[in-house]
């Protein structure tokens, strides 16, 4: 047997043993905020995905635009997650421009990702594409999370991005089902 065969078995069985050890691993309220994100997800795309799962980012599009002719709608209520997530992807940092890679935004959401998330916080500017803008974000997170691009064994480094997605996508939901947007979209 190749040393590389025996190395992933041992780290696939380091991460069940985690995962059997979970209660002294992670903190209640660390598992609770992930499993949290889990059923945000879970529902937001049963409900928003489950007639077409394809082309992700252009019904995030399409929602955002809906959600920007609706009275009601206010993406100012969201702005402390532009504020978090603002420093997350900063260019000038070599951290940061490794995760706003990581985003694998067209060319022209490059330009202006940045641009939209940091307007906020400095001059209270709303970006037309604002909202597609942070569902990109915690979508990232959701497909690292489901393809193995965040260790579960540390997850709990995630806690702050986690509960800003949370928070996103609980109050987003909630001002959709108090609206009836749900039957409209």
Not at 7 to 13: A, D, G, I, V, Y
Not at 114 to 134: C, D, M, P, S
Not at 159 to 172: D, G, K, M, T, Y
């Amino acid at each position: 047997m190749s040393s590389n065969v025996i190395l992933n078995s041992n780290l696939l069985k380091d991460k069940l043993n985690y995962i059997e050890e979970i209660d002294s691993k992670m903190t209640l309220e660390d598992k609770k905020i992930v499993f949290t994100f889990l059923m945000y997800f879970n529902i937001f795309e049963a409900t928003f995905f489950k007639n077409d799962r394809g082309k992700v980012r252009n019904r995030f599009l399409s929602l955002n635009n809906a959600l920007s002719n609706e009275n009601w709608f206010s993406i100012g209520k969201f702005d402390s997650f532009a504020m978090h997530f603002e420093d997350r992807y900063d260019s000038n940092s070599t951290e940061g421009k490794n995760r706003f890679d990581q985003l694998h935004l067209s060319r022209d959401d490059k330009l202006d990702f940045l641009f939209a998330i940091q307007e906020v916080g400095r001059n209270g500017v709303h970006h037309k594409k604002l909202l597609y803008f942070y569902l990109i974000i915690a979508y990232n997170f959701r497909n690292n999370l489901f393809h193995g691009k965040k260790n579960i064994e540390g997850l709990e480094h995630y806690r702050e991005e986690f509960a800003n997605i949370n928070e996103l996508l609980s109050q987003l939901m909630k001002d959709m089902a108090d609206n009836c947007f749900i039957d409209k979209y």
